[in-house]
């Protein structure tokens, strides 16, 4: 599986932003996924997952009622809504391929990887 995030730029503060991330060379219908991100001198950090067939979401505390996280499985596509964007949400921002149907946050559930996108969010 390839998978290539887009959608990231600079925005200002309470702004927001959509990023997509692609899936290609084979379907991921069966793979839970999820978006990770990682700050500039930080840890890659969970954002939010989701399973294989959208109907369970799980969101770190604190992106926890501000992103949303979904998936069109005919477009072998994954979305992170991101609204309510602060400068600490600065970061790139990661799509990964879960193992299983069902993913959570830990990251050796990860199978595939994809190239990220940056996200600044300007206060």
């Known amino acids: 599986v390839q998978l290539q995030a887009s959608g990231g730029g600079l925005v200002q503060a309470g702004d927001s932003l959509r990023l997509s991330c692609a899936a290609s060379?084979?379907?991921?219908?069966?793979?839970?996924m999820g978006w990770f991100r990682q700050a500039p001198g930080k840890e890659r950090e969970f954002v939010a997952a989701?399973?294989?067939?959208?109907?369970?979401?799980f969101y770190a505390d604190s992106v926890n009622g501000r992103f949303t996280i979904s998936r069109d499985n005919a477009k072998s596509t994954v979305y992170l809504q991101m609204n309510s964007l602060k400068p600490e949400d600065t970061a790139v921002y990661y799509c990964?391929?879960?193992?299983?149907?069902?993913?959570?946050?830990?990251?050796?559930?990860?199978?595939?990887w994809g190239l990220g996108t940056l996200v600044t969010v300007s206060s």
């Open positions: 060379a084979r379907t991921i219908s069966n793979n839970g």
């Open positions: 990964a391929a879960g193992r299983t149907s069902y993913v959570g946050s830990g990251r050796p559930a990860y199978q595939y």
């Open positions: 989701i399973s294989w067939n959208g109907r369970s979401t």
